[in-house]
Each structure stands twice: as C-alpha cells, then as structure tokens.
C-alpha cells in the first residue's frame, strides 16, 4: 500500500473500505494480489451491470482494437458512433416510441448533467433548478449544487446558487406527499420559489439511501412540470441501463422525461461514457456550444452497441433482474426479521437494494467491514451511512447472489455478537 499513501490525495475514498490490491476480476468476482476472491455487491457503484470483462462485450472491443478502429474523434462521425447509434434508435427508444435527440458529453455523468442544466436554462430563459432532499447528481460546481449531501456541498468552496430543494417522497412520512407542498408553492405567487427551469429527480436515491420514489409520485410530479411548463430531468446515470428491470428506472411510472441523463453502465464495460437525451424540440444548441475534448468515447460506442445487442432485444434481462431482484428482497427481509437488537428497514427495487437502520448509522460501517474480512464488497450509502446497500452486477449467478446475500447474515451475526463492537454502538446486548 506504500505507493498509494505515499503519492495518491488524501481524497480517495472507496479503497479506505475495501484495502487491498485488486488484480483480476471476471463478472461478479474481484480477486486480489494475494489470489482471495471476493464477490462483489459494489459493481462500480453501479458502473458494472454487466459484470466485469464480460467477454461477448470484450471480444468485440479486442476486434475494434487490433482494426485500429478510431479510439478518439471529438464529435466527429465514426462508425462506432453510428453502429451505437443505430442500437440505441432501434432496440431503446424506438420500442418505446421515443423521440430524443442524444448529446454525447465529455466522459462522466456529473459532465452529463451539467450539459442537463444549461440546457434547460437555454430553453426556458430561467435559472432555478428544483431538486430533492437526498438526491446525488455529482460533485462539479453545478450538480454538487442539486446534491444534498453537505459532505459534497461543503467541499464546493463557493456559494452553491440557483438550486432550491423539495422533499421527496417520503421525506416527511409516509402519510405526506411532499408534492403538495411543492405544488403550493408552485401556484402561489408569494411563495419566494422562483419558477424553475427544470426539475431533477431520480426514481431511486442510489447515494441518498436507496429511496424510491413511487409511481404515483412520479406521475404527479410529470403532471406538475407540465402544467406550470417546468422541464422534467430524470437522472438515470446509476438506476438506468437494466438496474430497475427495464432499460430506464421511469418506464414502469410510464412518465416520459423532457431530459434524461445516462453513464456509469451505460458503456457496459467500466469505460467512460455520458449522454444527454433531451425531446427533439428542446435541441437548441448550436454547433459547439457546449462541448468538451472527450464527447466520444469509441471504444465505449463498441461496448455499448455490444450489451444492447446482448440484452436488449427482448425482456429476457428485465425478467432475470426482477427475479433476482426478489430472491435479495426476500433475504433481507429475513434479515431483518430476524435481528432484535436494532430495527432495520428494507428498501429498494430491481437489482439496488438496502437495509437501513437510522438508530444506529454506525452499524453499517461496522457490517460492511465484516463482510469485507469474509469476501464481500458491499458498501454503505444515505446520510449517516445508515444504509446497507446492494448493488450487485445484473449477470451474476444464482450461488453467487445467495452466497453474497448469506456473508450479509454472517457479517451482522459478528457484529452483534462482539461484545466491544456493541459497546461502541452503545446497544444493550448481543443478538
């Protein structure tokens, strides 16, 4: 580890939890410099749905590579971007009638929705953005200031401006719709809301805790943005792309965003890659107004073509997410069943799931670091890292899931059976 503490910033962060040195990996499986395999529930915070060096992707890449097929290009035309192009038209929108115009932004999905913003105050001539309680959108100056975590926001070293946050669903109970309150505000005209821009929401909170907005909520959030002619950006960079069941996390609500950001899985393969949909009518960008060196990604275009053409022909990878999906729902509900000592709650949909106990944050930290020593990656997410949160690759196996899913037992069974670490806790007994 010398070379990392000696030369990397003090910023780096997920090697804290997990510290050893990864050498290999092969779908659901990392393995490191000392051979331990471990399986793997953190899939590049949801980078990975198609697991690691999935050769059907990998084979077609090896093959563009030794054509000495384009790798960078700026916007120009290639056939890489034209093959994915082609994918995407014929098995994603047209089969859901939609009609989006794409940008292909520089290479991260906080460049995705920066591109998002400028473009919905382009187009409305506003400058307020609405965004919710717990919503993670990156951490450039203009996403990190639609997130609500204050570890992000206070990193900013600047006023975070033109943002005002809403609740969302659930922040104030389950008895509350928050959007009764946005709506208010709305239609009145002392309220002190500016009217917004747009809206950006995720269907499910990834980093806020794994919170998932319902379908009612989010149809009456559409309804809202259309009447008061607000835009309404869905940003699907971690629960798009298969992780909810369908291909994006709004179809089940049967919403049609004016603005959809996507990247993380959408390369397929770990390789950077962000895009901006956006409804035909709302392209008003001229040539070269927002631009960046790294628009596209070619390599990135094969394995994106590569993993549409594998799973998104028909409903085979919807139908695999949803049954595994419930086979994790299942487990941990047993889970947390079956612990006494502090009340968990399960959460999630599709493929992300979470176990979360806001009486005891800590506690999670402490699992997770079990389930480390005994060959799990699975990390914490929400405010306090109260939540325990699942995110394995949409291609792993049935044995590897339910082993995974079985070190999540074992690993609470140590925790609260260590007499130190329950003191710490400050809970009363073992379990």
Request: proline share 3%; net charge negative; glycine share 8%.
């Amino acid at each position: 580890m010398s070379i990392f503490n000696r030369l990397e910033s003090n910023v780096r962060g997920y090697c804290r939890s997990f510290p050893t040195t990864f050498t290999t990996a092969q779908n659901a499986t990392l393995t490191d410099e000392n051979g331990q395999d471990f399986i793997d529930f953190l899939a590049g915070a949801g980078t990975l749905n198609y697991g690691h060096n999935n050769s059907d992707i990998k084979d077609p890449l090896i093959e563009y590579l030794q054509r000495d097929g384009v790798l960078h290009g700026l916007d120009m035309h290639t056939d890489a971007k034209a093959q994915f192009l082609e994918a995407f038209e014929e098995h994603i929108l047209w089969p859901l009638e939609l009609d989006y115009k794409i940008q292909f932004t520089g290479p991260t999905g906080t460049n995705a929705v920066e591109a998002a913003f400028k473009l919905a105050r382009k187009v409305t001539g506003r400058t307020n953005i609405v965004s919710f309680t717990n919503g993670f959108h990156g951490v450039s100056l203009g996403s990190v200031a639609a997130t609500g975590n204050s570890h992000f926001r206070d990193a900013a070293g600047t006023p975070l401006n033109n943002v005002t946050f809403m609740p969302f669903d659930g922040y104030l109970g389950e008895d509350v719709d928050t959007l009764d309150y946005f709506e208010r505000l709305l239609r009145d005209s002392s309220s002190g809301l500016d009217l917004p821009a747009a809206v950006v929401v995720e269907t499910v909170q990834g980093e806020g805790g794994v919170n998932v907005a319902s379908v009612e909520w989010l149809q009456k959030l559409e309804e809202l943005c259309h009447e008061f002619e607000i835009l309404l950006i869905v940003d699907d960079i971690q629960v798009g792309c298969g992780r909810t069941g369908t291909f994006f996390s709004f179809e089940e609500a049967g919403i049609v965003p004016d603005i959809v950001t996507l990247s993380k899985s959408l390369s397929a393969y770990g390789l950077p890659m962000s895009l901006v949909l956006m409804k035909s009518e709302l392209d008003e960008w001229k040539p070269g107004e927002h631009n960046g060196t790294f628009r596209g990604n070619n390599l990135a275009f094969v394995s994106a073509k590569a993993a549409i053409d594998l799973y998104w022909q028909d409903y085979s990878m919807t139908r695999s997410v949803k049954r595994k999906g419930a086979l994790i729902e299942k487990r941990l509900q047993e889970i947390a069943e079956d612990i006494n000592d502090v009340e968990l709650e399960v959460r999630g949909r599709g493929m992300i799931w979470g176990l979360a106990c806001r009486e005891c944050p800590e506690l999670m930290e402490l699992v997770s670091a079990a389930a480390f020593k005994r060959g799990l990656i699975i990390e914490t997410s929400g405010t306090d890292s109260h939540v325990l949160k699942c995110l394995p690759p949409l291609t792993i196996d049935d044995d590897q899931l339910i082993s995974g899913l079985e070190t999540i037992t074992e690993s609470f069974a140590a925790v609260l059976n260590d007499a130190e670490a329950m003191k710490s806790l400050g809970l009363a007994h073992a379990n």
